[in-house]
C-alpha cells in the first residue's frame, strides 16, 4: 500500500518511480483524444500492441495511449520518444514499418511525417511542426507524455509537489495571497479573478463549504476542457485539492458531461489512485486535512453549466438557475458557501504554487495572465487545441498555428464563445488575446472556444443558427429569456427565408434591450451578444437580406 | 428490459433524493427508455414525489419516455459542423431514415437525434451511429453507411 504520509514520502517515492525507468528507452505515445480516436486510433493502438508481441519488444519499449496532443486535424497521431518524432494521419498498415524502422532502427519514414502544405517543407519533430513550434504548451504539453490513467506517470513528472508544498509550506491565507497576486483569471468564461472568489468564499459564513470543478463545457466549438482533464485528470485534481484547502472545504464536486466516456473512466480511476495514495481522503499526505471528492453527472442541457444551475443540478434537481443577488461563493449548493472553477483555472494553480505568482505574472498581458487554450475549428486549416501566451495576436493563432483558411478562402470573421459570444470582423484580427481587449470589441474570449468563418458564411444564418440551438437550451424559467429567443429566431428565421421587413433590425435590438436586461441568469442576459456583435461589423449583411432579399454569401436559399 | 439491474440500481441509492438524475441516468443508459412503471418505482424507492420524476425525466433531451430503436444516430450539429455542412448530412439522413430528430421509426430500426458539440470538431461533419464514429462525412457517404445497417 503506497500510501503517503509526509513530504519527504512523497519524494522517495518519486525517486522511487525515476530510478525505475530506463534512460532512452524507447516509447511510443499515441494519441486516444477524442478525435483521434473517432478516426480509428484504437485499431492503431492494437496494431501497436500486437507487433510489440510479434517482435517480442514488449519489455523493451514502452506503449502508452494519452490525452489529446492538440493537433486534432491531422490524427490519428503518434509521438516516438526519445527522439520525439512525430507521424501524423498514420495508419494500422504503417504500424509494422514504424516499429522496424523507427523504433528499433532510429530512421524516420518519410512519407508519415507533416509537410507543410504551404512550403512543402517537412518536419519530423513534433517541436519544428508549425503548429507546435511557438505554442506555449504548460497545461497540455505534458499530456502526450503521460499515460492518464497512472498516477505514477504524474508523480514521475512532478505531480502532487504543489499540493505538499501548499499542505507544508504555506498557509491557507499565503496560498489564497500567491493566487490572487498570480492575477489568475477564470477561464470559464466571466474571467472573474479566482483569488477573489476564493476569498469570498474562505470568509462567508457556514459550514460545509464546497469546491466544485465545472467541467460541462457545453459551447460548442469547445473541447480543450475535455482534452485536458481527459489527458491529465491529476493535474485538475491537484488544483482542486489546493483550492480546498485555501478555501476550507472538506468535499469536492465534479460536474461534467455523461456523453465522454473515456473521461469518465479515467476520471474515475484518478479519484481511485489519489485515494489510495492519501491525496483524497482522511489526513492527506499525513497533513491533519481532509477532502473528498465526488462526480456528478449532467445529463445533457446546456443551462447546467450555469454556476447556480449547475448547484441546482448537484443537490438532484432540475437544473434552473436562480438570480443571484446573493453570489453562489456565499451561497451555492444547500445554501452553503461553493467556489466553483472550470477545469483550466484549476488546473493553473499547481504551476503558481511551485513556480510563484512572479513567475506566472510574467507570463501574458498586463491584465491577463498566463497561457490559454484554445480550442480552433470551423473554416480553418488546422482543427484542434492550441496554447499560446495571452496577447498572442489572433491573427498570429489562425495563420502560425491554424494553418490560415482552406481552400483558398478568404477569412470573414472570427467568432469566441459560442452561442453567448461575439464575432469580430476580419479588419480586427491584430487584436491580441485578452479577456479585456476582446470584451470591448463585443466579443468576450469565453470559454475559449474560437470559431473561424471564411467568406461563404452568411451571418445572418449563424446569429439564427446560435438562437435556435439556445431555443432548445434556456431552461424556460424566465419570460425574457423562453420568449425573447423564441421572437428573435422567428424574425431571423424569416430574413434568411427572404420574408424580411422594414423595422426587423430595430425590433431585433429592443428585444435584445429587454432580454440583456432582465433575463435571471448569465446565460438569458448573454443570449443577445452575437446578434449585437455582428449587427455592429456585419450590419450592411442584414440590410440587404430585409431590402434586397440579397443574401451576400448566397448561402440562404430562396435569395439571390 | 432488465428488471433485475434496475432493481440493483435503485437499492443502490434507496431513499436518497439527491441521487434522483444520477440513477435516472442509469436507468436510461441500462434500458435506453424510462417506461412508466419504472419512474413509478425511483420515485418509491427514493422517495421523491412522481412529478419531480417526470420533471427531470421531460426536461433533459437524454431521457426518453419511449422505446428506442436498434440503432442510433447521432448527428452532430455544434458550430463547427455546421459550418462545414452538417445540415445536408442531416437532411439526407432524414431524407432516409423518414424520421426527425428525437423519433424512432415504426419498426424501431433507427432512432435520430441531433447533438450538440462532441469535441472532436476536426472531423467535421461528424455523424455517431452506434458509437462509431464517421468523420468529415457528406451526404452520399452517410446514405452509403446507412445501408449496413439491419
Known amino acids: 500500500m503506497p500510501r503517503i504520509n509526509s513530504a519527504a514520502e512523497l519524494e522517495t517515492l518519486r525517486e522511487g518511480i525515476l530510478a525505475k525507468k530506463v534512460p532512452d528507452k524507447p516509447c511510443i505515445s499515441i494519441c486516444a483524444g477524442i478525435a483521434c480516436l473517432g478516426l480509428g486510433n484504437g485499431k492503431v493502438i492494437s496494431a501497436f500492441e500486437d507487433e510489440l508481441k510479434k517482435q517480442s519488444l514488449e519489455d523493451k519499449v514502452e506503449l502508452r495511449a494519452t490525452g489529446c496532443h492538440g493537433f486534432c486535424e491531422k490524427g490519428p497521431l503518434v509521438v516516438i520518444y526519445p527522439e520525439e518524432i512525430c507521424y501524423v494521419e498514420v495508419k494500422p498498415e504503417d504500424v509494422p514499418e514504424i516499429v522496424a524502422k523507427t523504433v528499433v532502427d532510429k530512421q524516420v519514414i518519410d512519407r508519415l511525417v507533416y509537410t507543410d502544405p504551404a512550403t512543402g517543407s517537412k518536419a519530423a519533430l513534433q517541436s519544428e511542426i508549425p503548429f507546435y513550434k511557438n505554442q506555449m504548451r504548460l497545461l497540455i504539453g505534458n499530456s502526450p507524455k503521460i499515460n492518464p490513467q497512472s498516477i505514477e506517470d504524474y508523480l514521475a513528472i512532478g505531480g502532487y509537489a504543489a499540493l505538499a508544498k501548499a499542505l507544508f509550506e504555506m498557509s491557507p491565507e499565503e496560498v489564497l495571497q500567491e493566487i490572487k497576486t498570480a492575477n489568475l483569471r477564470g477561464r470559464g468564461g466571466g474571467g472573474f479573478p479566482a483569488g477573489s472568489k476564493w476569498e469570498t468564499a474562505r470568509n462567508a459564513p457556514g459550514e460545509p463549504k464546497y469546491v466544485i470543478v465545472n467541467a460541462h463545457e457545453g459551447e460548442p466549438g469547445a473541447f480543450m476542457d475535455r482534452a485536458l482533464f481527459t489527458g491529465n485528470p491529476h493535474l485538475v485534481l491537484e488544483g482542486l485539492i489546493i483550492g480546498a484547502y485555501t478555501i476550507g472545504s472538506s468535499q469536492g464536486f465534479i460536474y461534467t458531461r455523461h456523453d465522454t466516456p473515456v473521461l469518465r473512466k479515467n476520471l474515475d480511476l484518478a479519484l481511485e489512485q489519489a485515494r489510495e495514495y492519501g491525496f483524497l481522503g482522511k489526513n492527506i499526505m499525513g497533513s491533519g486535512f481532509d477532502f473528498d471528492i465526488e462526480v456528478h453527472l449532467d445529463v445533457g442541457i446546456f443551462v447546467s453549466g450555469e454556476s447556480s444551475a449547475l448547484m441546482r443540478s448537484i443537490e438532484g434537481k432540475a437544473p434552473e438557475p436562480r438570480p443571484k443577488y446573493i453570489r453562489t461563493s456565499v451561497s451555492g449548493i444547500w445554501d452553503k458557501p461553493s467556489n466553483l472553477n472550470n477545469v483550466e483555472t484549476w488546473a493553473n494553480v499547481p504551476q503558481i504554487i511551485n513556480n510563484g505568482s512572479a513567475w506566472y505574472s510574467s507570463i501574458g498581458t498586463e491584465r491577463s495572465k498566463g497561457t490559454k487554450l484554445i480550442s480552433l475549428s470551423g473554416n480553418i486549416v488546422n482543427s484542434g487545441v492550441v496554447e499560446i501566451p495571452m496577447g498572442t495576436s489572433l491573427r498570429e493563432i489562425i495563420f502560425d498555428f491554424g494553418g490560415g483558411i482552406p481552400n483558398g478562402k478568404k477569412l470573414k470573421a472570427i467568432h469566441f464563445g459560442g452561442p453567448m459570444g461575439g464575432s469580430i470582423p476580419e479588419s480586427l484580427i491584430d487584436t491580441p488575446l485578452d479577456f479585456d481587449a476582446l470584451s470591448k470589441l463585443g466579443a468576450s474570449l469565453g470559454a475559449g472556444d474560437m470559431l473561424v468563418l471564411d467568406e461563404d458564411t452568411c451571418m445572418v444564418e449563424i446569429a439564427r443558427f446560435f438562437l435556435e440551438f439556445l431555443s432548445g437550451e434556456s431552461c424556460g424559467k424566465c419570460v425574457p429569456c423562453r420568449e425573447g429567443i423564441r421572437q428573435m429566431l422567428g424574425i431571423l428565421t424569416r430574413m434568411t427565408a427572404g420574408k424580411g421587413k422594414e423595422g426587423d433590425l430595430e425590433l431585433l435590438e429592443e428585444i435584445s434591450e429587454v432580454v440583456g436586461e432582465a433575463a435571471l441568469c448569465s446565460l438569458g442576459r448573454s443570449v443577445q451578444k452575437p446578434l449585437l456583435s455582428m449587427f455592429k461589423y456585419f450590419r450592411d449583411e442584414f440590410e440587404a437580406h430585409i431590402k434586397e432579399k440579397k443574401c451576400p454569401a448566397q448561402y440562404c436559399k430562396g435569395l439571390s | ?150
Open chain 2, 1 to 150: 428490459m432488465n428488471n433485475e439491474r434496475i432493481d440493483h440500481i435503485l437499492d443502490e441509492h434507496q431513499g436518497n433524493p439527491g441521487a434522483l438524475i444520477q440513477v435516472m441516468m442509469e436507468i436510461q443508459e441500462e434500458n435506453h427508455w424510462l417506461p412508466r412503471e419504472v419512474m413509478v418505482k425511483i420515485s418509491e424507492k427514493l422517495d421523491v414525489p412522481l412529478s419531480r420524476v417526470l420533471r427531470i425525466a421531460t426536461f433533459y433531451k437524454t431521457f426518453s419516455l419511449t422505446p428506442k430503436g436498434r440503432h442510433k444516430i447521432h448527428v452532430c450539429t455544434g458550430t463547427a459542423c455546421q459550418v462545414r455542412g452538417a445540415q445536408q448530412v442531416l437532411n439526407e439522413v432524414q431524407e432516409l431514415t423518414g424520421i426527425k430528430p428525437g423519433e424512432t421509426d415504426p419498426d424501431l430500426k433507427f432512432s435520430l437525434e441531433t447533438v450538440n458539440c462532441q469535441g472532436c470538431c476536426s472531423l467535421g461533419p461528424m455523424v455517431e451511429i452506434d458509437g462509431e464514429t464517421h468523420g468529415k462525412t457528406s451526404p452520399a457517404e452517410i446514405a452509403d453507411a446507412l445501408k449496413k445497417y439491419e
